[in-house]
Structure formats: structure tokens, C-alpha cells
């Protein structure tokens, strides 16, 4: 998570402002009651050890440079130290290649990027103590989850929005994420840049695919819940043109909690499980596997026949 100098804690929902960028709690999102409670609670703990690690990483930019790359493959990296603004993205028009882009699937529907605050529960998105809690809590089990799938090599990550995901996934191969927000891609961008990791930002169409067959992995979140009816057919059809044969397949997508969702006014389809694993099976994916958090996010994962 991004650090934050005030915002409500994520397990008692109690407002807190820290004193120094270097304060723990910050980095947490978590009192310093709730933070003084990690030794005896999972969540917090794990909450602890995150904050750790990112107020670590961040230290460790100060002074030092940092190579990105924006655009497509061939763009030089572009580079910058921890006192200087990072520079502009670039962004380019999705390259040409021989084989045409996928047509986006029916009953397609707008893809606006999702805001920090969504995932972390702030502002307008909070929904009391109890319910952002849980949600907190979720999103820790699905960030766990992500964390241990055996990604390698070229990870595809399309509607990868402000990057929330990003960095985990810049970790663990060639990160090549897309988004058809521009401005959600350059928060994005920072928060690369801010873990010292390299990654390929494009502008683009979710279901454009420039480079059939390439990828060794595709992450795709809070994506197919856009497609209504049998438009998800032509949605996971898409995520297998992007896979090279037995490339891996990670979904994350919502599930129809009165208090989780979309951000408001997005309008949403909540697929059955059951009908997301038979369209996963008819698009040539094999070993389907879907599971649930428990109250807000639906977890899939699949191999390129």
C-alpha cells in the first residue's frame, strides 16, 4: 500500500495522522494501537510486514537511479533519482503487427480505471468499520494469493488501471501492462519507479492483442465482470490469444456482495463461477481452478491448452 500522513485504520476505522514519512503506521494504514496488537493478530501482522517491506523499498530510491520503460519494448529505459520528479510517460499507439486485434467481445462495456481509494477503502468507498475491515482483510488473502502463482518470464497484465497489482507482478518477470487510461497509468508508472522495478506501460484496449502467443503469463483483475452475457466467451478468448501453450492465467474478479462491487456508476455483471469455468474450458484453457475469498473477490486460475 502507498503511504498515507492521515487516514482512518484499517482495522478499527479510527482517523490517525502520523508525524514523519518514516512512521510505520503510515506505510500500515494502521493506529498505533491496532499496529501494537500485530503479535497477536494475522491480519496485522501480515499488515506489519508489508509496511516493512515497502517503507524499505522506498528508503532505498533515495539517491539512487532508477531505470523504467515506458511504451513499447524497444523504448529506452528512461531514468531518474529519488530528488528528481520522475519523467513523463510516453505513450504510444499499440504496435502494428501482422495479425489483426482482437475485436473487443459483445456486450463490452467502458473500462475506467478503479482509484486507490477503492481498493483501500477511503473517501467516498468506505463502508463503515466492519465491512472495510473485512474487505481489508480479503484483499490481503488475494494479494497473498497472487504473491505465491508460479508467474514467470512475460507477464501480461491488461486493465492493469493505477497498477495496484503492479509491482508484485514487475517482481516476478517482464511486466507489460495496459490500461486505456492514460492518467491511471502514470500512477501506475510511480509506483514502479517508487519499488525500483522495470515495466512496459501501454495505452490500450483491454482486448487488443498486438502479439499473439507471447505471453507466459496474463493477469487480469476486476476485467470480465465488464463483459455482460456471452460476451465473456469472446473476453476469455482474448486472455488465450495472448498466451503462449501452457502459459498461465490469473483471474481476479468480484462477487455479488451488497458492500464490495465496483465503484459506483460502473456498471458490472457478476458471473456464475460454474459459467466463467465453462467459458474458460471452450476458449482452450485446462486446469481450471476457481475459489472465492469468502465474501468479496472470486479467484481463478487456468493453463493454455
Known amino acids: ?25 503510515g506505510w500500515a494504514q494502521l493506529c498505533p494501537a491496532c499496529l501494537g496488537k500485530a503479535g497477536t493478530n494475522a491480519f496485522l501482522r501480515a499488515r506489519l510486514r508489508t509496511a516493512i517491506a515497502d517503507r524499505g523499498r522506498a528508503g532505498s530510491t533515495e539517491g539512487a ?24 510517460p510516453v505513450w504510444p499507439a499499440a504496435a502494428a503487427t ?22 483501500l477503502r477511503g473517501g467516498p468507498f468506505e463502508q463503515g468499520a466492519i465491512h472495510d475491515t473485512a474487505w481489508a482483510a480479503e484483499l490481503d488473502v488475494v494479494t497473498r494469493w497472487l504473491d505465491e502463482l508460479p508467474l514467470h518470464g512475460r507477464i501480461d497484465e491488461p486493465a492493469a488501471g493505477t497498477g495496484f497489482f503492479s509491482p508484485l507482478l514487475a517482481e516476478k518477470g517482464e511486466l507489460h501492462a495496459s490500461d486505456e487510461d492514460g492518467d491511471a ?28 502467443g507471447r505471453a507466459d503469463a496474463v493477469v487480469a483483475s476486476f476485467l470480465t465482470g465488464r463483459v ?29 456482495d451488497p ?22 474450458g471452450r476458449s482452450g484453457f485446462d486446469g481450471i481452478e476457481v475459489t472465492t475469498t469468502g465474501r468479496f473477490f472470486l479467484l481463478v486460475t487456468a493453463e493454455a491448452g
Not at 537511479?65 to 513523463?88: H, I, K, L
Open 185 to 212: 497509468l502514470d500512477i501506475a508508472r510511480n509506483r514502479l519507479v517508487a519499488h525500483r522495478l522495470l515495466a512496459h506501460l501501454h495505452v490500450a484496449d483491454p482486448w487488443t492483442v498486438t502479439e499473439p
Open 98 to 119: 501482422s495479425a489483426p486485434p482482437a475485436t473487443p467481445p459483445q456486450g463490452r462495456r467502458p473500462s475506467p480505471a478503479f482509484p486507490d481509494d477503492w481498493f
Open 259 to 280: 458492500q464490495g462491487g465496483p465503484p459506483g456508476g460502473v456498471a458490472w455483471t457478476w458471473h456464475d463461477p460454474v459459467i466463467l469455468e465453462a467459458a474458460l
Open 65 to 88: 537511479t532508477t531505470p523504467m520503460t515506458v511504451g513499447s519494448a524497444r523504448t529506452p529505459a528512461s531514468r531518474t533519482t529519488g530528488t528528481e520528479a520522475p519523467p513523463g
Open 228 to 256: 455482460a452475457g456471452a460476451g465473456v466467451d469472446r473476453a476469455v478468448a482474448s486472455l488465450r490469444e495472448r498466451l503462449a501453450p501452457g502459459g498461465h492465467l490469473a483471474l481476479i474478479d468480484l462477487r455479488p
Open 1 to 25: 500500500m502507498p503511504f498515507r500522513d492521515r487516514f482512518d485504520c484499517l482495522w478499527c476505522g479510527t482517523p490517525h495522522a502520523v508525524r514523519t514519512a518514516a512512521d510505520l503506521e
